[in-house]
């Protein structure tokens, strides 16, 4: 444990700003560009960004356009639209829809083992 308290050590409640991070963008009007708002695995709205393009390609795909945003900006922006969440680095958990998806009768719940995994993300 450290005896002295510098100034510049942020508390572990407050946030500390990412950095600038790669935000998905889809097309507006004319010109412009409107940010892309995800939901949580519990439905909660949350806005997100990304350190890398690999990262943002490898989780939205290679065609997806993106705008670079500090995450205070980004908190800003999407605070008003009711996403005061961000989120960094996600992950989806959704097979890639490559093929069509056929029906199959639901497992009972009895049935159904739990299956550990990522946590989604979905697009709004």
Sequence with gaps: MCLFRYEDDPE???RVPAGLLYVPVRPGRGAEAVIRLFRTPLGVR?????????????????GQRSIRLSETVLREL??????????????????PATAPVTAAP???????????????????
């Design 12 to 14: 572990p409640e407050e």
């Design 46 to 62: 949350t806005a997100v960004g990304f350190t890398s393009t690999d990262r943002l390609a490898a989780t939205l795909g290679e």
């Design 78 to 95: 999407c605070e008003p639209l009711g996403a005061g969440l961000v989120t960094v680095d996600p992950t989806l958990s959704a097979a």
């Design 106 to 124: 639901a497992p009972a719940a009895a049935d159904a083992p739990l299956q550990p995994g990522r946590l989604p993300v979905r697009a709004v």
